[in-house]
C-alpha cells in the first residue's frame, strides 16, 4: 500500500518478505518523528515483525540532529546502568511512564528478538554508548559478520525506517 502525507513524498506502509530473516538492515533518515534522533523505536518495534529470533537488525541512521531529550538520554542512561530485564520491572513498578521512557521500553522488544546493530556517524562516543545496542564502524563489516554467524547470505531489507512494516508474505 502506498501512502502520501501532504508535503511529502510517497512511501510504502508495509513490505512483504518471504519469511523471516536472520539479518535485517534497515535505514532511517531521522530515527523519530519528534523531530529527536531517538533510537528508532518505530523502527525497531516494526522490525521484530520479520527478525527471526536471535537474528540480527543492522539500523544505518546518520543521527544528523543528536541523541535525543534529556529525558530520552536519562532512559538510555538507566537501561546501560540497570540492564534490560532490570530497567523493564522498574517500568512495570509505576503507574506512569516518564516523559521519553516509552521509546526505550520499544527498543526493548527487538533487544529480546536478537542482536541489534547501529551504525551511525553523527553520535559521539558518549551517545554511541548510552543506545543500550551494539553500534558499528563500518556497515560492509557488520554484514559480513552477521552472513557468517547466520550461516546464511538472506537478508530483509527496510527502507524508510519507522514508515515501513515489513510483513512475512
Request: hydrophobic share 40%.
Amino acid at each position: 500500500m502506498t501512502t502520501t502525507s501532504p508535503g511529502t513524498r510517497p512511501y510504502e506502509t508495509s513490505i512483504r518478505v518471504g519469511s523471516d530473516a536472520r539479518i535485517s538492515i534497515a535505514s532511517v533518515d531521522q530515527l523519530s518523528g519528534n523531530e529527536e534522533q531517538e533510537l528508532g523505536d518505530e523502527l525497531l518495534e516494526a522490525d521484530e515483525y520479520v527478525l527471526e529470533p536471535g537474528g540480527t537488525l543492522i539500523v544505518a541512521s546518520a543521527c544528523s540532529e543528536g541523541f535525543g531529550s534529556p529525558e530520552f538520554r536519562a532512559a538510555q542512561a538507566r537501561l546501560r546502568a540497570l540492564g534490560p530485564d532490570a530497567f523493564l520491572q522498574t517500568l512495570l513498578a509505576k503507574s506512569l511512564a516518564d516523559v521519553d521512557e516509552w521509546q526505550t521500553e520499544m527498543q526493548l522488544k527487538s533487544m529480546r528478538a536478537g542482536n541489534v546493530q547501529l551504525y551511525t556517524t553523527g553520535l559521539n562516543a558518549e551517545e554511541r554508548s548510552l543506545t543500550g545496542v551494539d553500534t558499528v564502524d563500518s556497515l560492509d563489516a557488520a554484514l559480513a559478520a552477521a552472513v557468517a554467524r547466520a550461516g546464511d547470505p538472506a537478508i530483509a531489507v527496510v527502507p524508510e525506517g519507522p514508515y515501513v512494516v515489513p510483513v512475512v508474505a
